[in-house]
Protein backbone atom coordinates (compact mmCIF):
# COMPACT_ATOMS: atom_id res chain seq x y z
CA UNK A 1 0.00 0.00 0.00
CA UNK A 2 1.03 3.55 -1.35
CA UNK A 3 0.71 6.52 0.70
CA UNK A 4 1.17 10.05 -0.15
CA UNK A 5 2.63 12.35 2.64
CA UNK A 6 3.10 15.78 1.87
CA UNK A 7 4.74 18.37 4.52
CA UNK A 8 3.68 22.07 4.34
CA UNK A 9 3.88 25.19 6.93
CA UNK A 10 7.86 24.71 7.66
CA UNK A 11 8.53 27.02 10.62
CA UNK A 12 12.48 27.82 12.15
CA UNK A 13 12.45 25.42 15.13
CA UNK A 14 16.03 25.97 17.27
CA UNK A 15 17.46 26.55 13.89
CA UNK A 16 15.82 24.11 11.72
CA UNK A 17 13.27 24.39 9.43
CA UNK A 18 10.42 21.91 10.37
CA UNK A 19 6.61 20.96 8.85
CA UNK A 20 4.08 22.29 11.03
CA UNK A 21 1.24 20.84 8.65
CA UNK A 22 1.77 16.69 7.68
CA UNK A 23 -0.98 15.57 5.25
CA UNK A 24 -1.23 11.45 4.25
CA UNK A 25 -3.12 10.40 1.85
CA UNK A 26 -4.49 6.79 0.62
CA UNK A 27 -5.60 7.57 -2.63
CA UNK A 28 -6.79 3.42 -2.84
CA UNK A 29 -8.90 4.00 0.13
CA UNK A 30 -10.07 7.51 -0.23
CA UNK A 31 -8.91 8.29 3.61
CA UNK A 32 -6.93 11.06 4.54
CA UNK A 33 -4.93 12.39 7.80
CA UNK A 34 -4.08 16.12 8.74
CA UNK A 35 -1.63 16.36 11.29
CA UNK A 36 -1.43 20.34 12.37
CA UNK A 37 1.19 20.78 15.14
CA UNK A 38 1.24 23.65 17.30
CA UNK A 39 4.59 23.24 19.28
CA UNK A 40 7.45 21.52 18.45
CA UNK A 41 10.10 21.18 20.64
CA UNK A 42 13.79 20.11 19.90
CA UNK A 43 16.61 18.85 21.77
CA UNK A 44 13.72 17.38 25.11
CA UNK A 45 14.61 14.96 27.75
CA UNK A 46 12.96 11.63 26.77
CA UNK A 47 11.93 9.24 29.74
CA UNK A 48 13.37 5.27 28.89
CA UNK A 49 10.90 3.98 29.87
CA UNK A 50 8.33 5.89 27.10
CA UNK A 51 10.18 3.59 24.63
CA UNK A 52 9.32 0.10 26.70
CA UNK A 53 6.13 -1.85 25.64
CA UNK A 54 4.57 -4.32 27.79
CA UNK A 55 2.63 -7.43 26.70
CA UNK A 56 -0.98 -7.11 26.95
CA UNK A 57 -2.46 -9.18 30.06
CA UNK A 58 -2.23 -12.97 29.24
CA UNK A 59 0.35 -12.96 26.63
CA UNK A 60 3.62 -14.43 27.20
CA UNK A 61 7.19 -12.69 25.50
CA UNK A 62 8.82 -15.10 24.07
CA UNK A 63 13.11 -14.28 23.26
CA UNK A 64 14.24 -15.49 20.13
CA UNK A 65 17.92 -15.30 19.16
CA UNK A 66 19.65 -15.30 16.32
CA UNK A 67 23.13 -17.31 15.53
CA UNK A 68 25.50 -16.95 12.95
Known amino acids: RLYR ?3 EDYRSVGGASL ?3 VRI ?3 KSGA ?3 LRFTKIDTNVQV ?3 AFVQAP ?3 LSVEV ?3 TP
Do not use: K, N, S, W
Open 5 to 7: VRY
Open 19 to 21: PFT
Open 25 to 27: DDD
Open 32 to 34: DAV
Open 47 to 49: PAE
Open 56 to 58: RQG
Open 64 to 66: LEC
